[in-house]
């Protein structure tokens, strides 16, 4: 499976920004996909994933409310629209599948796309 995250970008705090990831190869259409983080000096965080029919949703308790994750079947893609941005949301996002609840262990990765809020 290869992922291929975009956007990101620099937004000021209470803002909106969104982040894509086209997943692609074997068994990329079964499953689930989801988004973690990274800010500089901590350990790589939960953020978001999506089940592989999008029937199932979970979320950081950090995000719950402010962050919507959906996903295009058809275009095995999945979104992650961030709204009323925090400082605190500064990070390198990275985007995830794997066998639903996607783990920080599974082995798919894209590459990290940054995300910076400003206050």
């Known amino acids: 499976v290869q992922l291929q995250a975009s956007g990101g970008g620099l937004v000021q705090a209470g803002g909106s920004i969104g982040l894509s990831c086209a997943a692609s190869?074997?068994?990329?259409?079964?499953?689930?996909m989801g988004w973690f983080r990274q800010a500089p000096g901590k350990e790589r965080e939960f953020v978001a994933a999506?089940?592989?029919?999008?029937?199932?949703?979970r979320y950081a308790d950090s995000v719950e409310g402010r962050f919507t994750i959906s996903r295009d079947k058809a275009l095995n893609t999945v979104y992650l629209q961030m709204d009323n941005l925090k400082p605190e949301d500064t990070a390198i996002y990275y985007c995830?599948?794997?066998?639903?609840?996607?783990?920080?262990?599974?082995?798919?990765w894209g590459q990290g796309t940054q995300v910076t809020v400003s206050s």
């Open positions: 999506t089940s592989w029919s999008g029937g199932n949703t």
């Open positions: 190869g074997r068994f990329a259409h079964t499953y689930g």
């Open positions: 995830a599948a794997g066998p639903w609840p996607v783990l920080p262990t599974t082995r798919y």
